[in-house]
């Protein structure tokens, strides 16, 4: 799998896929390499998500407790291990959001974010994969790019979606599949 | 629905993803995937496309407490412990799970078809109390001892000294009540088997002045509840 290469903040996939086989037989030394490899990469993700750190941290915690106990379910076949863990913080994070009613204030707006995401993974060897996404992105229509933006970047559910861009919640089902479908087509000739 | 139409499967897989499906359209959908590889490729390669912006988002390094209660939570999970220790580690897994909510449906996607047959021994599940946003929020597991079921919140519930909480049994429509709760995760309340409705019969949780209803009968509102699973050994 060569999803998250070394720069990506995770170590190399196949050390990352051992750590997590190792800390299915409950080898806690694997485990805390596995926490130390992964979690500032993953802790980013829930802080953009979540957008406060505390309750960042408490997402990370929920999350990391879930990789020790369920780390034996984990399956190469399905998926990198970065992937797997990207899986699970995400998930993590939307389920916090929506078990809470207060909403994070003053983020950047989705395409300014996408725009600053891109613009500061600029290496040498900067992924042609973000490339291609950002590009596809921006053949979209301005409303249905924030929508699912909003959506991947923040974990916006469709009614707050459909709040945050004055548009009916219909309307915003329909961005989300449509834009979706155009994302794909163009991801993937 | 139907589920074998691939644009539909798509779509769901998309939304799934992108992560704004309804949370009861999601769990719907994690289900089916549990059962279906096919779709969960589908699910997969939707992650895919959009790994590029989670490996562009900058790392943050996380403040030490937050592994030391990671390691806390993990350090139980011997492999010979104690038979109440190992029982309390279980607990503890469900419990977590509960509260995360989080883990059970992200690694559905990479569930291995054969399970090791060794794991830790799992608790014995009776029933699962459900909130109004179909949240768990109570759960019922079997033991501590034989005979017994132990109810515990699944995650910390709005304390208030106005009122109790109060568990009562619906065996074909009529309440009996069961005992307090102790709304502090980790405070099991421990109740006799036998006094459970049977599977398929419901437990609920009400909001009662404090020490319980004087009247044999619920008299606030019914906040949690959940089928009985099954009869505990």
């Known amino acids: ?189 | 629905m139907r589920y074998d139409n691939p644009e539909l499967r798509d779509r769901l897989a998309a939304e799934y993803v992108l992560g704004t499906l309804p949370s009861r359209s999601r769990r719907r959908f994690e289900r089916l995937i549990a059962d279906d590889p096919a779709l969960a490729t589908v699910v997969a390669r939707w992650a895919d496309r959009w790994a590029p912006l989670d490996t562009a988002t900058p790392t943050e390094p996380p403040p030490p407490r937050v592994w030391r209660a990671v390691a806390a939570r993990t350090r139980s999970r011997p492999a010979r412990a104690p038979l109440a220790h190992q029982w309390l580690a279980s607990l503890a897994f469900w419990r977590g799970l509960a509260v995360a909510a989080c883990s059970a449906a992200a690694l559905i996607v990479y569930i291995t078809v054969s399970r090791e047959l060794s794991g830790p021994p799992a608790p014995t599940v009776v029933a699962v109390l459900a909130d109004q946003s179909g949240d768990p929020s109570w759960i019922a597991i079997a033991g501590p001892q034989r005979g017994e079921v132990s109810v515990s919140a699944a995650g910390p519930q709005a304390e208030d000294p106005r009122h109790s909480f109060e568990l009562w049994g619906i065996a074909g429509g009529a309440p009996h009540a069961l005992g307090l709760l102790r709304p502090q995760p980790g405070k099991a309340a421990t109740i006799r088997a036998d006094q459970l409705p049977p599977p398929g019969d419901l437990l609920a949780v009400s909001l009662e002045p404090p020490g319980g209803s004087t009247t044999g009968l619920p008299t606030g509102p019914v906040i949690s509840k959940g089928k009985v699973l099954l009869t505990p050994p």
């Not at chain 1, 998500?49 to 780390?71: M, P, T």
């Not at chain 1, 078990?99 to 040498?124: F, H, V």
């Open chain 1, 1 to 189: 799998m060569k999803r998250f290469e070394d720069r990506s903040g995770f170590g190399s996939p196949l050390q990352l896929e051992q750590l997590v086989r190792r800390t299915s037989r409950a080898d806690a030394t694997a485990f805390a390499m596995l926490y130390r490899q992964s979690a500032p990469k993953l802790f980013g993700i829930a802080l953009r998500i979540v957008g406060n750190r505390d309750e960042a941290e408490e997402v990370l915690q929920e999350s990391f407790v879930a990789v020790w106990q369920r780390a034996g379910d984990y399956d190469a076949q399905r998926g990198s291990a970065a992937g797997w863990l990207v899986t699970i913080v995400r998930h993590c994070a939307i389920d916090h959001l929506r078990r809470r009613a207060r909403r994070p204030e003053g983020r950047k707006a989705p395409d300014e974010l996408l725009t600053s995401l891109a613009s500061g993974d600029r290496g040498a060897d900067r992924s042609a994969e973000l490339d291609a996404l950002q590009r596809c992105l921006g053949e979209l229509d301005e409303q249905p790019r924030r929508a699912i933006l909003l959506a991947y970047l923040y974990g916006f559910t469709r009614e707050e979606i459909a709040v945050a861009l004055a548009a009916p919640v219909g309307t915003v089902k329909s961005w989300l599949r449509r834009g979706t479908e155009r994302l794909k087509r163009c991801l993937d000739p």
